[in-house]
């Protein structure tokens, strides 16, 4: 039976290390179906999306040992990775099936700065695209560019009190624009997501642009004011991952079939659900019976031990 302990404290740490299989946040934000930050979770084509990420908090040369708050080394912040880049997630509403991202490189009200093309991949377009009261505010477009032309009919007027001149002359980064302009102020373009989509920046012929949300709220609100970032608007795939949540397991996927899993525990995965209340219950259907009690006895001990410790 002592052997039997040994065996027990070799694979103790294999098994206990890796029980917190699905992490369930990052930072102050809910991680939950379809959305994961570990491998195997949520719903796979989701898969790699997401990323919880240590963001180095630069330190204050100010700080003193009276302020001690000011010396945390890190933050941690969440992740949303498309082929242009990584975009910080601000949050994410599971009642509404948003998520909004926010992208540090893009111009606001308030910074003025190059632009930088926003790009989803094909599953990302499909699955997770801009929401439909997300805007895309083109800056600074020459008298060639497309969306004065051929395609002019791509930009629509926001709302009766909102105009590309308040932008430009509410604005303080944008007041530049103006400032340069002899006589009339350089065209500017509020267009959706499917523009960008198509044209890149360079083809569309505007040197800057922003991005904001909640465009249908925006009656009688200053530019300074608007929500900038992007909105997502994502799908839910309906795979029974709420079977096997209401009997207390994680939804996730096979990392190789990418075949969806209910996660029980460390060491147990079931296709669908997990067991009432027991662990030999949430072994896969089908195989449960396969499986000696003695094997099982050993399971319950790790686990007990690995709760226990
Ligand atoms: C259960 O599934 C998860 C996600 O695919 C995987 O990481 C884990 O190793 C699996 N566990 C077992 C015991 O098969
Ligand atoms: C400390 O902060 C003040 C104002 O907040 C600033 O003027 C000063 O340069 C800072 N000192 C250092 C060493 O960064
Ligand atoms: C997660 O995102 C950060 C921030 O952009 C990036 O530096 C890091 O490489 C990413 N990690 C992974 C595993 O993709
Ligand atoms: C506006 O666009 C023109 C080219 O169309 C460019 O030369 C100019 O630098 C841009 N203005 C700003 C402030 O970037
Ligand atoms: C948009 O607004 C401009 C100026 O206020 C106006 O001339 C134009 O007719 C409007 N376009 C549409 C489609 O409402």
Redesign the pocket.
Do not use: E, I
């Given at each position: 039976m002592s052997s039997l302990f040994l065996v027990y404290l070799f694979l103790l740490p294999f098994f206990c290390h890796s029980l917190p299989l699905c992490r369930n946040a990052c930072g102050n934000i809910q991680i939950d179906y379809p959305f994961a930050i570990d491998d195997g979770c949520g719903a796979p084509l989701y898969r790699?999306m997401l990323?919880?990420?240590a963001?180095f908090v630069p330190l204050s040369t100010n700080a003193t040992s009276s302020n001690r708050d000011l010396t945390t080394p890190s933050a941690t912040?969440l992740?949303f990775?498309t082929p242009s880049?990584?975009y910080k997630v601000e949050s994410i509403d599971y009642s509404s099936k948003t998520l909004t991202i926010y992208d540090p490189s893009m111009s606001t009200c308030t910074i003025l700065q190059p632009h930088h093309d926003f790009v989803l991949s094909d599953v990302q377009s499909a699955l997770i695209p801009p929401s439909p009261d997300t805007v895309f505010a083109l800056m600074n477009c020459s008298i060639d560019s497309p969306v004065l032309n051929h395609y002019k009919n791509l930009c629509f007027n926001l709302s009766s009190d909102h105009s590309c001149d308040e932008l430009y002359g509410s604005c303080t980064s944008f007041k530049i624009f103006q400032m340069l302009a002899n006589d009339t102020p350089p065209a500017c373009c509020f267009t959706s997501y499917s523009t960008v989509k198509f044209m890149s920046m360079n083809i569309l012929d505007c040197t800057h642009y922003t991005t904001f949300y909640d465009a249908d709220k925006l009656k009688g609100e200053k530019p300074l004011d608007w929500s900038y970032g992007i909105k997502l608007s994502y799908g839910l795939p309906d795979t029974g991952c709420d079977r096997c949540r209401r009997s207390g397991g994680a939804c996730g996927f096979d990392v190789e079939t990418e075949g969806t899993v209910c996660i029980c525990s460390a060491t147990v995965n079931s296709t669908r659900e997990c067991g009432a209340g027991t662990v030999a219950g949430g072994i896969g259907e089908g195989h449960g019976g396969l499986l000696l009690p003695s094997l099982l006895l050993h399971l319950f001990t790790i686990l007990f031990t690995c709760i226990f410790l």
């Open positions: 790699n990323n919880c990420s963001a912040d992740f990775q880049g990584s």
